[in-house]
């Protein structure tokens, strides 16, 4: 993009929670125009954060259950089911983001095991709403916390101050490049998304976002990490082309996406940061609350 126009320009894209002026930066955090000889291109998305929730939309009881809706783990406040996913075995569960189904998605397994269904925050009690059992979810791997910046910032400046070349750096170990987790269904349940007549070829699920941008983690690796969507085609999402979602707060939505193979930082509450690599970034599409519904290629809205 050069002054709000697209130009037809291949560039490196730097992604960044906000612009400042060069003046305003210190030289080695500076961005260079280009690298390699290639461009570079700074985008400001926002501050990226998991979803949470505000008694909103899509929000009622809804037995046999559907996608789209409210839910969440009794620990948390709510979410959105997002699909119905299968194993190689063919055992079928509810899927949605790690931080709607477990207690805690940087812990290895969950404490708290109900699911209930309007989500806790949307008044879903124990037992009666109660509508599956916590079964898995991919813990998600912390970095990058406040403090260890802090000091990382501080060994910098030290080393800075006594003339060294030498820089600290935070690094962790494989990259998350999924927000997922399934949960064993306990009532009766239809493939269906509510508000939505037709729908097809499942991109990922929505899981973070700003007021600038949404993130979304690929089809790809939810299905490398052993669970396919139930009844439909998985489709991969591309540059300029415009994907479909409901959740449960902010219903249907529609956006573009900008990035097919992003990396980017959100913050999980309190001290803890997620690193994300190859997810897909596009125009906002998720409020709090939204976190875990699914989005597709083609949707087509029942009618009134």
């Known amino acids: 993009m050069r002054n709000g126009v697209e130009v037809d320009e291949e560039v490196i894209r730097v992604y960044v929670s906000r612009k400042l002026h060069p003046s305003a930066l210190a030289l080695g955090d500076l961005v260079p125009a280009e690298i390699d000889g290639v461009p570079t291109d700074v985008v400001e998305i926002g501050e990226m954060t998991a979803l949470d929730v505000h008694p909103l939309a899509h929000v009622a009881r809804v037995r046999p259950l559907a996608a789209g809706v409210s ?18 075995k063919g055992q079928e569960m509810l899927g949605s983001n790690a931080h709607v189904f477990a207690e805690d998605p940087l812990a290895p397994s969950s404490g708290e095991t109900r699911i209930v269904q309007p989500g ?17 979810h991919q813990p998600l791997a912390g970095s990058g916390c406040a403090l260890s910046n802090a000091l990382v910032g501080l060994l910098n400046g ?120 190859d997810v897909i970034l596009t125009t906002p599409m998720l409020e709090a609350g939204d976190s875990g519904d699914s989005a597709w290629k083609t949707m087509t809205l029942a009618a009134d």
């Open 158 to 277: 030290a080393s800075a101050l006594l003339g060294r070349r030498t820089r600290f750096q935070l690094t962790q170990g494989d990259r998350t490049r999924i927000d997922f987790a399934v949960a064993e269904p306990t009532v009766e349940y239809e493939l269906k998304l509510v508000t939505a007549e037709e729908w097809d070829g499942f991109v990922g699920l929505g899981f973070a976002g700003s007021s600038q941008a949404s993130f979304f983690c690929k089809a790809e690796h939810i299905e490398a990490a052993g669970w396919r969507p139930v009844d439909k085609a998985i489709e991969p999402a591309t540059i300029g082309e415009t994907i479909h979602k409901v959740g449960r707060t902010s219903e249907y939505t529609s956006g573009q996406v900008l990035d097919d193979s992003a990396f980017g930082r959100v913050s999980y509450g309190g001290l803890n940061f997620v690193e994300f690599d």
């Open 71 to 88: 839910i969440g783990n009794w620990a948390i406040t709510a979410g959105t089911l997002g699909w119905f996913f299968r194993d190689g």
């Open 120 to 136: 806790r925050a949307d008044g879903g009690a124990v037992p009666d709403d109660v509508v599956g059992t916590y079964h898995w």
